[in-house]
C-alpha cells in the first residue's frame, strides 16, 4: 500500500475556545445532573451507589466505545445487543459441555472467553466484510443480523434461558462481582478498555485513517488508504468490544436468555451521540462516550431514587435527551 498523502490524514482545524467549552457539554450535564439528585437523595452521592451506576455503565460503555470507531468511520451496527446475548448463550453452552474434559475450574472459564472472542471477532470480520467489500449498506446488514443472532439463541435455548452449571457459576462470579483495591472488575475494565480506545482513535494512524474515511470515503480511497481494511477492522474491533462486556455480564445472572442485551444497540449508539461524536462520521471522542454511557445510566439511577418521573418513563426521558442532543449538534456537519 502506498503512502497516503498528508491532505486525507490531516487533523481536523484547531476549534476555537467557545467550541471546547461546547465540546464539554455531556460532562458540564452529567455533573449538573449529579448535583441535582444528591440534592434530592443524598444515597446518589454514596460510595456504593456510584459503584453501582458505573459498573452497570460499563457493559454498554464497552460497547459504545467499539460504537464509536464504526460511527466515526460513517458506519452503523445495530446488532450490539443481540450479538451479545448469542455470544452469552454460546459461551454458557460450550463451557457446560467442556466440564467432564476440563473440569469446573479456570481452564474452562478461559476456554469460554476465548470462544466469546472469537465470536465477537468473526461477527465483526462478517459484518465488516460484507459491507466493505459486498456494498451493502450498513444499516441494512446489522438490521439483517439483529434479527439473526437472537434467533439462533432462541433456538438454542429453546425459546427459554440457558444456565450455567451451578460448580462453574460459582467460580466464574469474582470476574462480576470482584474487586481490585475495593474497585469493581467491570469498572476496571471499562476504564481499560476507554484508555485504550482513546489512545487507538486519537494517537495512532489507524485512527486518523477511521477519521479520514469517515470525513470523506472517496477522498481518503483517492489519499490510497485502504478502506477495506480500515473499515472491516472497525467492524472487529466493535465485535470484540461485545465480546468483552458480555464475558463481563455472563457471571452476574449466570444465565443467557432471549431478551438478553435487549435494546443495548440503542443504548450504546445513544452513548456515542450524546458524548459528542458526530452521527454522519469523521469526528469523535472516546471520553465523551465515556460520559455518555455513564450518564445513560445516572438518569436511570435517579428516577430509581427520586419520585421527578415514574421509573417506568426511563426510555422516555433518555430518548428526550437524545433528541435535544442530536438538535444541538444539527449544525456541527452538513
Known sequence: MSTPTSEAVRPAKRPNILARIGALGPLLGLILLAILATSLNSDFASISNVSNVLTRAAFTGIIAVGMTFVIVSGGIDLSVGSLAALTAGSMILIMNSLIPTLGSGTSTILVGMLIALAIGALAGLAHGTLIARGRIEPFIVTLGTLGLFRSVLTYLSNGGAISLNDTLSEKYSPVYYGSVLGVPIPILV?????????????????????????????????????????????????????????????????SASPSTGLLWELEAIAAVIIGGTALKGGSGRIWGTVVGAILLVTIENVLNLTNLFSVYLNAAVQGVVIIIVAFLQRGRRT
Open 190 to 254: 471499562f476504564a481499560l478498555v476507554a484508555l485504550l480506545g482513546g489512545l487507538l482513535l486519537n494517537r495512532t494512524r489507524y485512527g486518523r485513517y477511521v477519521q479520514a474515511i469517515g470525513s470523506n470515503e472517496q477522498v481518503a480511497r483517492y489519499a490510497a488508504i485502504d478502506v477495506t481494511r480500515i473499515k472491516i477492522l472497525t467492524y472487529v474491533l466493535l465485535g470484540v468490544c461485545v465480546a468483552i462486556a458480555t464475558i463481563l455480564y455472563v457471571p452476574r445472572l449466570g
